[in-house]
């Protein structure tokens, strides 16, 4: 009897990375791995460069595109090839109208946007595109027949946004369950202030940048001031601005994260996932969440997320108990 076939959908470094240890978490199965695609009308927007800045945008597929070829990994852009016998999303924002039909698992990828007045909209009316509310969205597809969530914090948030808590299984996400372990790094700067900076202003959303960058050289206070930027962010335009209003300041576009944040003081962040692992971690983490309500939603540190997540699409797949043994 030939191994189910699932497709791993990938997309942002952080969404690629997680599902990479799903995947080492399913040997049961033969894993195959596709880029971030879009399909219908919204691949005529990604032709005419509307989607750029999305985990669907050109930078982001050629870095997934380099991390799956790197690690010798099977890939079949947006399912073409089918036959599968399940897929994994990394979100539901917006679902690719690919291999229909085919029993889906969603992963959530980290920390959500707030809820905004289209969030409610979207919940009303399923003729109202999802990603128009962020990544405040995430599950309202329905489109799944389980929902991955990050604690039990989530799980109440998702509840009370109505989805069937049936489908939600509380598993930990892959990257953030034992954000311990980032204390064991060679990045070279420790004591540091360091400040998170988010795509908010490439996704469409409100961004006081220079506020921002002025907040975090008074919170500094004369320390080591570092920046990470978001992946997706315009570049060139985000280190201008830091060269300006906090001369001084070491800027990164590459390197991990959660070993600056664990290297650090102070993390300073906006929308950042990187607020858990500095929670997690016990910095002293200023957020555009509430500090009380971030502790709430807390990733479970359980340190077995992928594992987890492997349990849950062995069960979608009906595979025999003695196949998740192994």
Not at 16 to 29: E, F, G, N, W, Y
Not at 122 to 141: F, K
Not at 162 to 171: A, F, H, K, S
Request: charged content about 25%; glycine content about 8%.
């Amino acid at each position: 009897m030939r191994a189910p076939r699932v497709l791993f959908i990938c997309g942002s470094h952080n969404q690629t990375t997680q599902m990479h240890q799903i995947a080492a978490a399913l040997p049961d199965v033969e894993a195959v791995f596709s880029p971030f695609a879009f399909t219908g009308t919204a691949a005529v927007a990604h032709r005419l460069r509307l989607l750029d800045h999305t985990v669907g945008g050109p930078r982001a597929v050629a870095r997934c595109l380099r991390y799956l070829k790197s690690h010798h990994l099977q890939i079949d852009t947006a399912g073409r090839r089918g036959g599968y016998d399940l897929v994994l999303l990394p979100s539901d924002v917006y679902v690719a109208d690919i291999l229909r039909g085919t029993p889906r698992v969603l992963v959530q990828e980290g920390i959500l946007d707030p809820p905004n007045p289209l969030l409610h909209l979207i919940r009303r009316s399923r003729h109202v595109p999802r990603w128009l509310a962020g990544t405040a969205s995430t599950g309202q597809s329905h489109a799944y027949e389980r929902f991955c969530v990050a604690s039990h914090g989530y799980y109440d948030h998702f509840v009370r946004l109505g989805l069937d808590p049936g489908r939600l299984v509380i598993t930990g996400i892959p990257n953030f369950d034992d954000c311990a372990r980032y204390r064991e790094n060679d990045f070279p700067h420790r004591n540091h202030v360091l400040v998170c900076t988010s795509d908010a202003r490439e996704t469409f959303k409100r961004d006081d940048r220079r506020g921002f960058i002025r907040r975090a050289v008074d919170i500094a206070a004369g320390r080591l001031l570092l920046f990470k930027l978001h992946p997706n962010e315009w570049m060139r335009r985000a280190v201008a601005e830091i060269r300006r209003h906090a001369p001084g300041a070491l800027v990164y576009a590459e390197g991990k994260a959660e070993e600056m944040v664990a290297n650090a003081d102070v993390v300073i962040c906006q929308y950042s996932t990187l607020a858990f692992v500095a929670l997690a971690l016990g910095k002293e983490v200023h957020s555009y969440f509430g500090l009380d309500e971030l502790r709430r939603l807390l990733p479970e540190q359980n340190g077995s997320a992928a594992g987890n997540i492997a349990d849950v699409c062995r069960e979608v797949l009906d595979l025999p108990a003695r196949q998740a043994a192994r």
